[in-house]
C-alpha cells in the first residue's frame, strides 16, 4: 500500500511562529502537493513539486514556502504563522509523466490551529 | 483553466434511497475525472476514476460515475445508500496531457445520510 505520512495530525502554533509541516511518501513518487482544505472552499494547492528541489507555486502560495530536498519528503514553512492559516493541511503524492497516469495518494492531515 | 463545480454542497437522504451527487467541469478537451470521498478526520481516499474507454465507472463498494463529454460532467450516483457512505465527497480534474500535475477540486459535497 501506498504510504503518505504526515507528521503531526494536530498542531497548536502562535501568532509569528515559523512552522514546518512534514510529509513523506514510501512510493518513490515524483510528484507531492500541499493542499489547503476549509469549509466551503473545498482544496485549494498551494504548491507542488515535481522533482527534487523543484517546486511550482499553486493557486494560494502566499505566506508559504516549501523545500524538497530528499524524493521522498516534501516540507510545507509558514514563515510567520498567522490566524488566518488556521486550516487542515493535506499533502499527496502521485507518479509523474514516466510511469503514465495515476492518481494522487494523500496523507491524513495536519489541523493546524494558530493562536 | 481547469475548474470543477459540484452544483450541490449538502445532500441529506434516509438509508436505502438512491443518491447522485453532482460534478461538472470547465474544459471541453480530454481530462482525466476523479471522485474522493474524506470520512471525518481522515484523508481523501480515492473512489473511482476515470482515465479513458468505458465512460461509466464503478467503485468496489456500489458507487458508479458516468462521464458525459458533451455535458461535462461526472455525476455520482449509488442507487441505494448507507449510513455508513456519510461523507464529503470531491469530484477532481486533471489535464491528461501533462501526467502528473496537481489535481483541481470541486468545494465537495457533504452526504449525509440517516435512518
Known amino acids: 500500500d501506498v504510504k503518505v505520512t504526515q507528521s503531526s495530525r494536530y498542531l497548536v502554533k502562535r501568532t509569528g511562529e515559523k512552522v514546518f509541516l512534514e510529509c513523506v511518501q514510501d512510493?518513490?513518487?515524483?510528484?507531492m502537493f500541499w493542499y489547503r482544505q476549509d469549509p466551503g472552499l473545498g482544496l485549494r494547492l498551494i504548491y507542488f513539486s515535481y522533482d527534487v528541489k523543484m517546486k511550482e507555486k499553486g493557486d494560494i502560495p502566499e505566506g508559504y514556502s516549501v523545500s524538497r530536498e530528499k524524493k521522498e519528503r516534501f516540507s510545507l514553512i509558514l514563515e510567520s504563522a498567522s490566524t488566518n492559516q488556521t486550516s487542515m493541511y493535506l499533502c499527496?503524492?502521485?507518479?509523474?509523466?514516466?510511469?503514465?497516469?495515476?492518481?494522487?495518494?494523500f496523507g491524513q492531515g495536519t489541523r493546524l490551529t494558530v493562536v | 483553466a481547469q475548474s470543477v463545480t459540484q452544483l450541490d454542497s449538502q445532500v441529506p437522504v434516509f438509508e436505502e434511497a438512491p443518491v447522485e451527487l453532482r460534478c461538472n467541469y470547465s474544459s471541453s478537451v480530454s481530462v482525466y475525472l476523479f471522485w474522493y470521498v474524506q470520512y471525518p478526520n481522515q484523508g481523501l481516499q480515492l473512489l473511482l476514476k476515470y482515465l479513458s474507454g468505458s465512460t461509466l465507472v464503478e467503485s468496489i463498494n456500489g458507487f458508479e460515475a458516468e462521464f458525459n463529454k458533451s455535458q461535462t460532467s461526472f455525476h455520482l450516483r449509488k442507487p441505494s445508500v448507507h449510513i455508513s457512505d456519510t461523507a464529503e465527497y470531491f469530484c477532481?480534474?486533471?489535464?491528461?496531457?501533462?501526467?502528473?500535475?496537481?489535481?483541481?477540486f470541486g468545494k465537495g459535497t457533504t452526504l449525509s445520510v440517516s435512518s
Open positions: 499527496a503524492s502521485s507518479f509523474g509523466d514516466s510511469h503514465g497516469y495515476t492518481e494522487a495518494f
Open positions: 512510493m518513490d513518487h515524483e510528484n
Open positions: 477532481a480534474v486533471s489535464d491528461p496531457n501533462q501526467a502528473g500535475t496537481a489535481l483541481i
